[in-house]
């Protein structure tokens, strides 16, 4: 099937539009069009929640991972960066939100305060190992996945720094670069960055993977003549009540009839000054949102690839240009970049197996914190540490970090200031 297809597109000159967008380019400047944002609601909804989840996500995995699957706050405090919540949120505080998924015990540390633990609940470990068997039927996908984002760089190459922030999205394992990347020795490897961090190289180059979402599709959904010139269209939808002057309708009507040029080819004989040039940027994104699996990512981690994919300075303005095919939703204090065509109303036009897995956890979150306010879960006054103290033991078996102080001054900084602590029943 894909040599099928990139034999067909071969054919049909997306490989000679890149000479035609050569041509394009001394016509095409940029154009000086700006576009005002409006609020999406079904987008919004559509992002809502996900801070949450995936924070939630990737404490589940923390904790799973650890061989007691029951870690103190103050080892899951340094992961804190990883999940994105606020920076005035407590740790404590958030996993205290969702008491059907995180189960809460203490141990007495040496001066005699609680020091909380979590572990897991049956539930949330029950759609964990289904997650995990769901990583293991879709390794080859995943690892396409992945090829296909180091394809999109310049020279094949990844920070990992960068590949975490993405990982989420992409549908990686949280221990990737363990249980993932050494899978795939044929096609990954490290390699030492000029910068002393470490990257992920692609060894090998697929054709067949060559072949971006927009061209798949073009076959079924656009004309041969198009085709046949490399001028492919974007799908285009915008917020009801969006008004669109005519100037900007007739300058997007043009832009969409200017050459694509597929984010897996190198167009440094472009000029960024141009529209042609844009026309490269967004496919670019278009393509790295196909690649997610909810079809969106937080704006801010895209910033850092900027030299990686060859793009000019204020490449995201990009998305801002083009709200038809982008929308920003500014819903978590943040800005999360949706590809608007991936959803028919709330729902993706198509699911995952992962994202199936994690709606049903996001279901969970929803139900924990709904029977959280209705005082379901109730803590109990009388207290028993038994279990604490075998928990104390395996803890300081494994991570020979219960010393009496840490570099703070203080053995466990982050739960001094959240009170009295009882165990729940």
């Known amino acids: 099937m894909f040599q099928w297809l990139f034999g067909i597109a071969r054919n049909f000159g997306f490989v000679r539009s890149i000479q035609q967008g050569y041509i394009y380019q001394q016509k095409f400047s940029l154009v000086n069009v700006k576009l005002k944002w409006v609020k999406d609601r079904t987008l919004d909804a559509v992002v ?38 606020p920076g005035d949120l407590k740790l404590s505080t958030f996993i205290r939100r969702y008491p059907n998924i995180f189960i809460e015990s203490y141990f007495r540390d040496t001066g005699g305060s609680p020091v909380p633990c979590f572990s897991l609940s049956p539930e949330a470990l029950e759609l ?3 997650e995990i ?76 993977l060559a072949i971006s979402e927009l061209q798949k599709n073009a076959f079924l959904q656009q004309k041969a003549d198009d085709i046949k010139i490399g001028s492919l269209a974007f799908p285009i939808s915008f917020t009801r009540g969006f008004g669109l002057k005519r100037k900007c309708m007739e300058w997007l009507k043009e832009w969409q009839k200017l050459p694509y040029t597929s984010p897996y080819i190198n167009a440094s004989h472009l000029d960024p000054r141009t529209d042609v040039f844009e026309k490269r940027i967004v496919g670019v ?50 800005q999360t970049v949706v590809l608007r065509e991936a959803y028919n109303g709330l729902e993706p036009v198509q699911k995952h197996p992962l994202v199936q897995i994690r709606e049903e956890f996001a279901s969970l979150l929803k139900k924990g914190l709904l029977d959280r ?22 803890i300081a078996e494994k991570t020979n970090q219960l010393s009496p102080k840490d570099e703070s001054g203080s053995m466990f900084p982050e739960y001094d200031s959240d009170g009295p602590l009882q165990n729940p029943c």
């Open 128 to 130: 964990h190992r289904e």
């Open 373 to 394: 306010s209705r005082g379901v879960y109730k803590k109990c006054k009388d207290t028993n540490l038994v279990e604490g103290l075998r928990k104390e033991v395996c």
């Open 285 to 334: 994104f278009h393509e790295l949102l196909h690649l997610t699996l909810h079809k969106q990512t937080e704006r801010k981690n895209v910033s850092n690839l900027r030299t990686p994919l060859a793009l000019p300075q204020k490449f995201t303005k990009a998305f801002e240009r083009h709200p038809g095919i982008f929308y920003i939703s500014k819903k978590s204090d943040t």
């Open 48 to 85: 809502a929640g996900q801070r949450d989840l995936k924070a939630a996500g990737i404490l589940v995995s923390i904790i799973y991972s650890s061989s007691e699957c029951c870690l103190p706050i103050y080892h899951l405090s340094r992961h804190r960066g990883q999940l994105g919540l």
């Open 133 to 208: 068997n769901i990583l293991r039927q879709s390794q080859l996908e995943l690892r396409d996945r992945l090829c296909k984002l180091l394809m999109l760089t310049s020279d094949g190459v990844l920070p990992l720094q960068t590949i975490d922030q993405l990982k989420w999205d992409l549908g990686l394992p949280y221990d990737y670069q363990h249980s993932f990347i050494r899978n795939h020795p044929e096609r990954f490897s490290y390699v030492h960055l000029p910068d002393d961090r470490v990257g992920l190289k692609l060894l090998f180059w697929d054709d067949k």
